[in-house]
């Protein structure tokens, strides 16, 4: 029996084995293309365009820096970055993961570790610049939850934990067309590269 293929062609013409990705294979280009067509939610969110990865992740990135305002540009970059793998494997809901199990995270992984290499960060993050990452997303999905994915307050409180007001001041989803979502994770992406040097 053949081994099953286990790569993707890219549009950048490189081939992204899944199961032994390495940094070469890794660009920015494809990363912020299919990141700005997987819909969050499962596409189960209200507005003329599906609320993207790409968006969550361009506001995850903005909240870790409330939060972390002394951060250097290669954390705050790996805010940006906190979900590259899904512009291959797609934003699987918790409950599928938990399903899946640890195969999933286990690919998830592989996949983080050449995105990061590729863009100069380490392979694993350090775990407390993780845990901060992982603060903003909970407040992300908060605002997602209770703005455009039908969840109530008091919902999205017991799920993701209730932020602070002042952390949302002058914050809101956008839902734009894929295309000016992926120019504006390009542009953060190259701005926070060109401030690392």
Same mark, same amino acid.
């Given at each position: 029996?053949p081994?099953?293929?286990?790569?993707?062609?890219?549009?950048? $013409?490189?081939r992204?084995?899944l199961?032994d990705?390495?940094?070469?294979?890794?660009?920015?280009?494809?990363?912020?293309?299919g !990141?700005s067509?997987v819909?969050?939610?499962?596409g189960?969110?209200?507005?003329?365009?599906p609320?993207?990865v790409?968006?969550?992740s361009?506001?995850?990135?903005?909240?870790?820096?409330?939060?972390?305002?002394?951060?250097?540009?290669?954390?705050r970059?790996?805010? !940006?970055?906190h979900?590259?793998?899904?512009?291959v494997? *797609?934003?699987m809901?918790s409950?599928v993961?938990?399903a899946? *199990?640890p195969?999933?995270?286990?690919?998830?992984?592989? !996949?983080?570790?050449?995105?990061? !290499?590729?863009?100069?960060?380490p392979?694993a993050l350090?775990a407390?610049?993780?845990?901060?990452?992982?603060?903003?997303?909970?407040?992300?999905?908060?605002?997602?939850?209770t703005?455009i994915? $039908?969840?109530?307050?008091?919902?999205?409180d017991?799920?993701? $934990?209730?932020?602070?007001?002042?952390?949302?001041?002058?914050?809101?989803l956008?839902l734009?067309?894929?295309?000016?979502?992926?120019?504006?994770?390009l542009?953060?992406?190259?701005?926070?590269?060109?401030?690392? *040097?």
């Amino acid at each position: 029996m053949p081994k099953p293929r286990a790569w993707q062609k890219m549009l950048s $013409g490189r081939r992204l084995d899944l199961l032994d990705p390495t940094p070469v294979d890794i660009e920015i280009e494809d990363i912020a293309h299919g !990141l700005s067509f997987v819909a969050r939610w499962n596409g189960q969110t209200l507005g003329e365009y599906p609320y993207s990865v790409a968006e969550h992740s361009l506001l995850v990135e903005r909240l870790y820096s409330r939060l972390n305002p002394r951060a250097p540009a290669k954390w705050r970059l790996a805010a !940006l970055l906190h979900d590259a793998p899904e512009y291959v494997i *797609g934003d699987m809901i918790s409950p599928v993961k938990a399903a899946i *199990g640890p195969a999933y995270d286990d690919l998830d992984k592989r !996949l983080a570790a050449a995105v990061h !290499l590729r863009f100069g960060l380490p392979a694993a993050l350090p775990a407390p610049v993780k845990r901060q990452i992982k603060t903003a997303d909970k407040i992300s999905a908060w605002m997602e939850a209770t703005e455009i994915a $039908g969840f109530t307050v008091a919902e999205a409180d017991r799920f993701f $934990g209730k932020p602070a007001p002042a952390l949302l001041d002058g914050l809101a989803l956008s839902l734009r067309p894929p295309v000016e979502t992926r120019a504006a994770y390009l542009a953060r992406h190259h701005a926070l590269l060109a401030e690392m *040097g």
